[in-house]
């Protein structure tokens, strides 16, 4: 067949497999964005119509336990499917052509809230840096230009070097994400093992004027766990941890070996879970429930106290406080860094469906990276990184954009009852394996839906407005038509129906 009327654009992807094992897990860890969720934890519970009974570790722990039938979920279909592009594959050829263009909707609105995602990381890792450099006796106040600036540059280098060399980018966000973990090991290490006196004399030097250690934690007098209160925080969960397994998925055609093909997933998970929740509970160890629950809600004070800002005081050291304030802004590169890889592969995915133009899949000869994609990229986020900086305000509200790529999850897991049931009976797949993932297909949907639900229901807590909500519909809306119009413009002129992609698998 000639070339030019092939379904997809070329018989192979031509990337290479330079992700091994701990590359896979960390990719998947820099997805679940744990050092920002310790960081801005303190919002989320000032919004809250009640704090009583907002205990962290077991709100995490339940978050985990809603979150176990999507981890298999990933699990099993990263095995069956490895392509670049991950769940838009599984979910493309789940619906098949007919329902392509729902496809091409949620994928393209899933993407555009990625891309405002990181936007905001990369401005918020502005404002972490803003926050520890006076710990570190270092006075810095940024205009809102030279934020927007530094914010652009944390993602212009971080594009640079994924263009430069796939590997190179991936080693990138891996030592990013090794230094943070470092970094909160050790902060949790200093939080459990400082006498708790200590630890309350060296927060005071963080409590403003008018505030004490013994007044801030008199301040609560609720119980030390409410189901509904746990209840109530799963949006924040979802909005930081617990759904984002993508990354790994999303690369898997450039993974080397079973291993790290196979057990990527549930390793980021487990360790997501382990020290995000060690997290929480080293803050209530160090410094008591009632004190960190008044702190974190109290808007006067959770814009200085978080989890990082505490372990550097506590850690009487300046070597050690450096460390862990560097890491604390390194867990936002990496969010970055793993960006700057994972949506790069959906544009080049859809590009190799034809969806897109084929620019957007092209391989640079010298470097062997999408450097079209890689380009777009960056145009698109630094223009988002500007409009929040100057419409920051305005921005934050974005955050409840987070319920389409919960939709998304949600379609994806009805995806994977598909798969198990009705298509695809080639794969050598047991028919054990074949129950597991339908059940837990529907019950990630079903997880998804009742998320929903929460995001809808309380648009005052999680950013719902008519700015966030028509964003994201307008982004289903636009990628909906350009498959309509892609699809058009390829049978007109190659004669060929690009519909017919989603019948088959694509090739790696």
């Known amino acids: ?252 055609s450039e993974i080397r070996g079973k291993n790290a093909l196979h057990w990527n997933v549930p390793m980021a998970f487990l360790f997501t879970l382990i020290f995000l929740t060690l997290g929480f509970e080293a803050m209530y160890y160090s410094l008591g429930f009632k004190f960190v629950t008044a702190a974190l809600s109290n808007p006067n004070l959770n814009g200085v106290i978080n989890f990082w800002t505490i372990a550097m005081v506590a850690s009487r050291n300046e070597v050690l406080s450096w460390f862990i304030g560097i890491s604390s802004v390194t867990w936002y590169l990496a969010v970055l860094a793993y960006g700057a890889i994972v949506v790069v592969r959906y544009w080049f995915a859809l590009a190799f469906d034809r969806v897109w133009p084929s620019a957007f899949a092209y391989l640079s000869p010298r470097f062997g990276t999408p450097i079209y994609a890689h380009l777009f990229d960056l145009a698109v986020t630094a223009i988002l990184i500007a409009a929040a900086g100057l419409l920051y305000n305005t921005f934050t509200a974005l955050y409840g954009a987070v319920v389409e790529a919960i939709i998304y999850y949600m379609a994806v897991g009805m995806a994977a009852v598909v798969i198990a049931t009705l298509r695809y009976s080639s794969f050598s797949m047991s028919n054990r394996s074949r129950v597991i993932l339908a059940v837990s297909g529907a019950l990630m949907a079903g997880v998804m839906a009742y998320l929903t639900y929460e995001f809808l229901a309380y648009p005052q807590i999680w950013g719902g407005n008519w700015l966030a909500y028509g964003v994201e519909l307008g982004a289903v809306i636009l990628g909906v038509i350009m498959y309509l119009v892609t699809r058009y413009v390829n049978l007109r002129r190659y004669g060929i129906d690009i519909s017919m992609a989603y019948a088959e698998i694509p090739p790696e």
């Open 1 to 252: 067949m000639d070339k030019e009327c092939q379904v997809f654009i070329r018989e192979s992807t031509g990337l290479v497999r330079e992700a091994g094992f701990w590359d896979a897990v960390s990719i998947n860890i820099a997805n679940m964005s744990i050092g920002a969720a310790l960081a801005s934890i303190g919002f989320t519970l000032a919004a809250l119509p009640t704090v009583a009974g907002a205990n962290l570790v077991y709100a995490s722990l339940i978050a985990a336990l809603f979150a176990l039938p999507q981890v298999i979920v990933y699990s099993t279909l990263i095995r069956y499917i490895p392509r670049v592009g991950g769940d838009y594959v599984w979910l493309g050829r789940a619906l098949g052509p007919r329902l392509a263009w729902l496809t091409n909707g949620l994928v393209f609105g899933f993407i555009i809230e990625s891309l405002t995602y990181y936007a905001l990381i990369a401005f918020a890792a502005v404002f972490q840096l803003e926050s520890v450099l006076p710990i570190l006796g270092i006075n810095a106040s940024f205009t809102v230009i030279q934020e927007i600036i530094i914010g652009i540059a944390f993602f212009a280098v971080i594009v640079l070097v994924n263009i430069l060399g796939t590997k190179y980018g991936i080693r990138l966000m891996t030592a990013l994400t090794t230094i943070s973990l470092l970094g909160l090991i050790i902060a949790i290490i200093i939080l459990f093992t400082t006498p708790k006196s200590q630890i309350v004399s060296a927060i005071s030097t963080l409590l403003p004027s008018g505030y004490t250690y013994a007044k801030v934690a008199g301040s609560y007098s609720g119980p030390y766990f409410s189901l509904n209160t746990a209840l109530m925080l799963l949006p924040f969960f979802a909005i930081y941890v617990y759904p984002w397994l993508n990354a790994g998925p999303a690369i898997a």
